[in-house]
């Protein structure tokens, strides 16, 4: 999983809460992502970053938030949860900025009652 | 139309075989194309990136490019029970380095 660490690894919370999910990776990689996973969607693209406190949005970035104030850390917030926001989250590395392989993080089940 | 499309399977094969995954996809100037598996339960593994037209080989597997017909496929020689997995196409477009478009997957089944 390429150095990647993801916390919490489950989480159950209740609608409408605040939730972070915080993505480590311990090797200065410059690019980091954040993913979700659905049953028949696949993987999507929620946000991105390509450096410290530079981020940018992905394919389904409404009503999520992210922070990168230092390079180890890539954090994804959803500012108040909702059950459409139950999936798998990944968090994903881009080791190098010749090539464009991204490298996944062991995921993040999150379920929102 | 997806931006990229796989059959969903399940697509069953004999141990042993040659398992053929395919994926086509809509963007015409994409560049970058990959190849990962995922076990149930766990995060998609990259097995093969191809960049430019003709076949790489890794191993058992073997990625295959076709950029005038807009298609990539996995070859799986001497498929093993291990090899069971969803396998996921992922295509870069142009322009748009950061952003790795995914297809549903197939589910491989390698019957023992």
């Known amino acids: 999983d390429a150095g990647i660490t993801q916390s919490p690894r489950h989480k159950v919370t209740e609608t409408g809460t605040p939730v972070t999910l915080r993505c480590h990776q311990t090797?200065?990689?410059?690019?980091m992502y954040w993913y979700r996973q659905d049953p028949g969607h696949g993987l999507r693209l929620i946000h991105y970053?390509?450096?410290?406190?530079?981020?940018d949005k992905g394919e389904v970035s409404d009503g999520y938030s992210v922070s990168r104030s230092k390079t180890e850390d890539f954090l994804l917030t959803l500012e108040s949860a909702t059950s459409s926001q139950t999936s798998v989250y990944f968090c994903?590395?881009?080791?190098?900025?010749?090539?464009?392989?991204?490298?996944f993080g062991p995921g993040t089940r999150l379920t929102v009652t | 139309q997806k931006e990229v499309e796989q059959n969903s399977g399940p697509l069953s094969v004999p141990e042993g075989a040659i398992a053929s995954l395919n994926c086509t996809y809509s963007?015409?100037?994409?560049?970058?194309f990959f190849w990962y598996r995922q076990y149930s339960g766990k995060s998609p593994e990259l097995i093969m990136s191809?960049?430019?037209?003709g076949d790489k080989e890794d191993g058992r597997f073997t990625a295959q490019l076709n950029k005038a017909s807009q298609y990539v496929s996995l070859l799986i020689r001497d498929s093993q029970p291990s090899d069971s997995a969803t396998y996921l196409c992922?295509?870069?477009?142009?322009?748009?380095?950061?952003?790795?478009?995914f297809g549903t997957g197939t589910l491989l089944a390698v019957q023992p």
């Open positions: 191809i960049y430019s037209n």
């Open positions: 963007d015409r100037g994409s560049q970058s």
């Open positions: 992922a295509v870069i477009g142009p322009g748009a380095t950061n952003k790795l478009i």
């Open positions: 970053s390509y450096g410290v406190k530079d981020t």
């Open positions: 994903a590395i881009r080791m190098t900025s010749e090539t464009y392989e991204q490298y």
């Open positions: 090797e200065n990689h410059r690019y």
